[in-house]
């Protein structure tokens, strides 16, 4: 019996809060204060300008302006050049989950460089509903719009997952329409809302409000201290699991396309980008037995 609950589809949480921040995107906010407060000495997270979107290192907070679309691809790489060059020690991640579950296992396995295991202080997931490149973010709202535009932002609301063009022009994605034109790893993602980090951040239409989802005793201990710090900046509204349902709607309606897309291919006996024999039983036991297993130390 196939079973999309809500610890399969979300995964284990300490708090759920609405944040606003007066000044900024509350998430760049904190950060930024991490930095001054040297809770954190570098972020690792993508940024966009002019050129396109691109993973990058920050030091310092001056120039922090992360990027309003997901996007996944050489984050990890920076994690050397990070610890070895610039010698930090208390790195903050902002990914989705397929790098944070990267990322985890370069820990686990000591990928690269001995001293990743010790020198990531955050994890920062994102929630995702499918990565895709920006020519094909252009042609996904000219198949909704008919006019071809580029992206400036996506985020999440009750109605449903929203696209904003550089114009300001914000349209409605329905998921099927949405799953056409992400990356091709992203049809067989089942951790779409970053289980396993420490806070996931779920970007809203006002960019100066976002909801965080706290899932360790470390991300509550540092959200603590910078809302202590800045309680007059940073405005906390606990919300219950009911208030953001709709995000539980959305995450379903993108598992199933993801699921469908794994079982068709498993049918017509063509392989599964990442996906081996052992990953697939996996999956069913996992799938059959959501209530006994842990999903936060399920990696897929």
């Known amino acids: 019996m196939i079973r999309l609950d809500k610890q399969f589809l979300f995964g284990k949480f300490k708090g759920i809060f609405e944040i606003y921040c007066k000044e900024e995107n509350p998430l760049h906010f904190v950060l930024k204060k991490m930095l001054e407060k040297e809770l954190i000495d570098g972020i690792i997270g993508t940024t966009q300008d002019e050129t396109g979107i691109r993973p990058k290192l920050f030091v310092n907070s001056d120039n922090l302006e992360l990027s309003y679309i997901s996007f996944n691809g050489g984050q990890i790489s920076l994690l050397k050049k990070a610890i070895q060059k610039y010698q930090l020690k208390k790195i903050a991640v902002v990914a989705p989950s397929c790098i944070l579950d990267g990322l985890n296992k370069t820990q686990y396995y000591g990928i690269g460089c001995n001293w990743v295991k010790t020198a990531i202080a955050l994890k920062i997931g994102i929630l995702c ?66 289980r396993g980090s420490d806070i996931t951040y779920v970007p809203l239409e006002d960019k100066r409000r976002a909801i965080f989802i706290i899932r360790s005793e470390r991300g509550w201990r540092t959200l603590s201290i910078v809302q202590k710090a800045f309680s007059q900046k940073l405005q906390f509204k606990f919300l219950n699991y009911n ?58």
Request: net charge neutral; proline share 2%.
């Open 243 to 300: 208030d953001v349902k709709y995000l539980e709607n959305l995450l379903r309606k993108k598992v199933i396309l993801n699921i469908d897309n794994i079982l068709e291919r498993v049918d017509m006996g063509l392989p599964v980008p990442k996906w081996n024999n052992n990953r697939f039983r996996r999956f069913y036991r996992i799938w059959n037995s959501i209530s006994e297993i842990n999903i936060e130390e399920e990696v897929f």
């Open 129 to 194: 509903l499918g990565v895709a490149t920006e020519e094909s973010l252009k042609y996904e709202v000219l198949d909704i719009a008919q006019k071809k535009s580029k992206v400036r932002r996506s985020y999440v609301a009750e109605e449903g997952f929203i696209l904003e063009t550089v114009e300001g022009t914000k349209i409605k994605v329905d998921m099927e329409t949405h799953h056409h034109y992400v990356n091709s790893a992203c049809k067989y993602c089942l951790n779409l809302s970053a």
